[in-house]
């Protein structure tokens, strides 16, 4: 909790006015598990920030939240200074809140370019505007930097790499301006990982999309995020500027967490 | 620029990677393009089977296989009924379910106009309709159970094919009933024998087969079902109502069903209980499958299913013509269906490697 109260209170009732999602005193329990335990989180405009915690920490819990899967069993949540109860994933995303998952984000049967639009089609009706959408996609996939063969190709061709930046493109094309990123660097080259991390620069100097990104390895985090939080057993423990801490403090915390869970468990035993 | 290089790549099957294809002969390239092109559609193994066959038998029984006689039987008969059904099945296997009970909304439906003219005097144009809303009730059923209760449907529908069943045989007493002659005014619409009438099935075919096929390629529903069959929870994500895709191709199942039931009681001026049943339904997923449907969703043509339609039409068909006697019919044909698929799937799986054709 120390490392918490490092930062300081917001002042006074109102909060900044550029700070686009904030969590207070979440809580999330199913059944006999306690998945989130007073969880208070803050992002800022234009912010990457970084939530990191090893499997079972509650990573997963809060993003569903964030993303209007799940509620939480107490605590609000505020979007631009206003608190919201999110009904839903689409009323989450009416209010600029995309998730994008590594896995199911994409039909890998479709085409870029219908993937692009899934949901969201130009239709002269009854027929699909293909062509619009094929110029549409493609402009916008070039304007992110976004390079694949062509917006005509099955998703189902393209690397993991190239998917994930179609899935990421997909949500800033749908006004997304908080993005919630899944594992996006989980199972991927080196290559893959320079374009994806290459794709997160380019979306924070652009400065009105706020980004919060799962991952496991500390090293890209530190890298691409102005931020760190770190989830261990539903609390957060760390809230650190991502200058001002390595990975070697991160490991040191994780792992002595893991030891000293490790020594209660033998005593008991 | 690099683009242009990168799709060519892409058609050769090659690693999209800057440079690796530069240098390459420009008209070589297209003719290479063109050819993959050609592989890379799901309907062209399945289209060359077609004509093949239709050559085959059209050169060897010139005389029997290219009457009008003989294209009655084989398109407005035999391929009609398939490649109707087949509709049905392509888009309800696209979007990862399948519908065993069609072949006996196929038996019930007719029943339901039958006695609605008989035993309530409704209209026949009416009745008619009737029996095919019929159909679409039947596929809202299926889908309920599938989709609301969660049953998976290949079980489901096998329970709602033996309850349409029992209801068909319960309502004959297990007897067909004649349909008179005096309903045919309505009945020409669906196909009653002579010219030009008996064409009628041939007609629906090509219209709900060219519908589909917009609708499968070109519109927002069937996106959406290539999207639920191809990534369920993905599909969902996005907000797409993927239950409702599912109910409204079974419902369409079901009145196709119904259709071809109603179709095949005018042109038999019968109303059999013993009419439809499995094997239209086998039939119809066969044609899907042979046109290049995947078993498991995600993607189909209904063009392809139309040509697999044929190929089994004109196998059944042109077997019969060349006096094949009917024991061992069954041993040819299915080792024909099985050449077919096999040749279908090795061929994807080539398309796959990249090596097209």
Redesign the interface.
């Known amino acids: 909790m120390t490392a918490q109260d490092q930062i300081p209170a917001p002042s006074g009732a109102s909060p900044a006015t550029d700070e686009v999602l904030r969590a207070e005193h979440i809580s999330k329990r199913f059944g006999a598990v306690t998945a989130l335990q007073d969880v208070n989180v803050r992002l800022q405009r234009g912010e990457v920030l970084g939530l990191i915690g090893d499997n079972g920490a509650g990573k997963s819990t809060l993003m569903k939240i964030f993303c209007g899967f799940q509620r939480p069993d107490s605590g609000r949540l505020l979007v631009n200074g206003a608190e919201v109860v999110l009904k839903s994933v689409t009323h989450a995303r009416s209010l600029g809140i995309d998730v994008v998952y590594q896995d199911l984000a994409l039909v890998n049967q479709l085409t870029v370019y219908h993937n692009m639009f899934l949901n969201r089609e130009i239709v002269r009706w009854p027929l699909l505007s293909n062509r619009s959408m094929r110029r549409i996609a493609k402009e916008h996939l070039d304007e992110m930097g976004v390079n694949i063969p062509s917006v005509n190709v099955p998703v189902a061709s393209l690397s993991g790499g190239q998917r994930q930046a179609i899935a990421v493109a997909r949500a800033v094309f749908a006004d997304a301006r908080i993005l919630l990123l899944d594992e996006p660097l989980a199972a991927m080259g080196a290559k893959e990982v320079a374009m994806i991390l290459d794709l997160i620069h380019d979306l924070k100097r652009r400065g009105d999309i706020s980004i919060i990104i799962i991952a496991h390895n500390y090293g890209q985090v530190l890298e691409i995020c102005d931020r760190v939080n770190l989830l261990q057993h539903g609390e957060i423990t760390l809230d650190k500027r991502s200058r001002d801490t390595s990975v070697q403090e991160l490991n040191d915390i994780v792992v002595a967490e893991y030891r000293r869970a490790l020594e209660e468990r033998q005593r008991s035993a | 620029m690099s ?1 242009a290089v ?2 060519a ?2 058609v050769l099957g090659r690693p ?1 990677s800057g440079g690796a294809g530069r240098g390459g002969n420009g008209a070589g390239r297209t003719l290479v393009g063109g050819l993959g092109a050609f592989g890379r559609q799901r309907e062209a193994t399945v289209l060359v089977v077609t004509v093949a066959l239709l050559a085959y038998f059209g050169i060897s029984y010139h005389s029997s296989f290219l009457s009008q006689v003989n294209a009655v039987d084989l398109l407005a008969e035999l391929m009609a009924p398939i490649a109707i059904i087949a509709i049905g099945e392509v888009m309800l296997l696209i979007c990862g379910e399948i519908d065993i009970s069609v072949g006996f909304i196929y038996t019930f439906a007719p029943f339901v106009m039958y006695f609605a003219i008989t035993d309530y005097h409704v209209p026949v144009p009416l009745a008619a309709l009737l029996g095919l809303l019929t159909g679409v009730a039947a596929g809202w059923v299926n889908g309920f159970i599938t989709v609301t209760l969660g049953v998976p449907s290949f079980i489901a529908t096998i329970g709602t094919g033996f309850v349409l069943l029992g209801l068909a045989l319960v309502v004959s007493r297990a007897e067909p009933l004649p349909v008179p002659s005096s309903w045919d005014s309505t009945g020409k619409w669906f196909a009653i024998p002579g010219n030009p009438w008996q064409w009628a099935p041939l007609v629906w075919t090509v219209v709900l087969v060219l519908i589909f096929h ?1 609708v499968l390629t ?3 529903w069937g ?1 959406y079902t ?2 639920a ?3 369920l ?3 969902r ?4 109502n993927v239950g409702r895709i599912k109910y409204g191709n079974f419902m369409l199942t079901g009145f196709l069903g119904a259709l071809v039931g109603i179709q095949a009681a005018f042109y038999t001026s019968t109303v059999d209980p013993s009419a439809g049943g499995y094997t239209p339904m086998f039939y119809a997923v066969i044609a899907a499958v042979i046109g290049g449907t995947a078993m498991l969703g ?2 189909g043509t209904i063009i392809g299913a139309f040509l697999g339609a044929i190929v089994l039409a004109t196998l059944t068909d042109g077997f019969d013509i060349a006096g094949i006697s009917a024991n061992p019919l069954s041993i040819i044909f299915g080792g024909a269906i099985l050449i077919a698929m096999i040749a279908n799937v090795q061929l994807t799986r080539l398309r796959q490697t990249g090596r097209t054709l």
Not at chain 2, 237 to 240: C, F, S, V
């Open positions: 683009d990168d799709s790549d892409k999209a917009l070109r519109t927002r996106l290539i999207s069959g191809g990534n929870l993905g599909a994500e996005a907000g797409i995600g993607s």
